[in-house]
């Protein structure tokens, strides 16, 4: 089931969240580009959730999700290693920021056991899907990161003395590509700026070296400009700063002008 945190106190009268189970703390800290989770399992739900209601570290959740068995078939062995598989893949994706510290160590179950379990992670994939919480979709670019070598793929650069930046735009955002590079420093009026680059380099996006940041993995930016703006260190608009091999930029592709009411070609 799921239910905004408004509702947690009517949510926990239903018989159900006292069964053993996994759950999904979802929710967007202040000034984060992307929506966090916390997933947790417990022997009664209820309990592992009140627990983090009065948490401070998970106060940035507002909507749960809660999956437990209609059979009450689920054992303790069960949501453990769905918990641990749920994180270790959410992790993987990159599409989320995944609020716990580690996933521990894999649960040792017997095969027949662990084979349930990866049926189980295959339809709570789909459920989170449907519920608008795709936590286990890969960032839709390559699987390695490499879009350009993907077929069909429309790359675009943000190039500058020193460094240079690639990404993709879907419908997920503007995407930087892994290996991009961004401008060491920030101007002096973009100073907010660098809480949000110490927050990617926590988060294990971005690594500061000597003459550059380097991203480590695919990031998207729910903004052109939002990405434009970490690349260059400074305010930019994004959907002209970023260009493809011929030299249109993102908004020409993306934003063609309209006359008497028709796209003109970009």
Known sequence: MAFPRSKSAH???????????????????????????????????????????????????????????????????????????????????????????????QPHLPEATAAVVSEILEGLEVLLGCLGFPIFDAIASSADGSADQTEGTHLFWIKRKGYAARAVYNEDGLVVLKDSEARPDVVQSSRDLEPDRERL??????????????????????????????????????WDAWVDDQGRTLSEIYRPLKVNGAAASA
């Open 201 to 238: 380099v926590k988060q294990g996006v971005l690594e500061k070296r000597a003459d550059k940041y380097v991203f480590l993995r695919d990031h998207v930016f729910s903004a052109p400009s939002s990405a434009a703006e970490m690349i260059c260190g400074g305010a930019i608009n994004g």
């Open 11 to 105: 949510a926990f009268q239903r018989d159900e969240l006292g069964w053993v189970g996994v759950y999904f703390l979802f929710g967007t800290k202040v000034g984060a580009d992307r929506m966090s989770v916390y997933i947790g399992e417990a022997e009664c739900c209820s309990d592992g959730l009140s627990t983090h209601n009065g948490d401070q570290a998970k106060d940035f959740w507002q909507t749960g999700v809660v999956v437990v068995s209609g059979l009450q078939s689920f054992t303790k062995a069960h949501v453990k290693m769905l918990e641990w598989a749920s994180i270790r893949k959410a992790k993987d994706a990159g599409r989320y920021v995944v609020e716990n510290s580690n996933a521990g160590q």
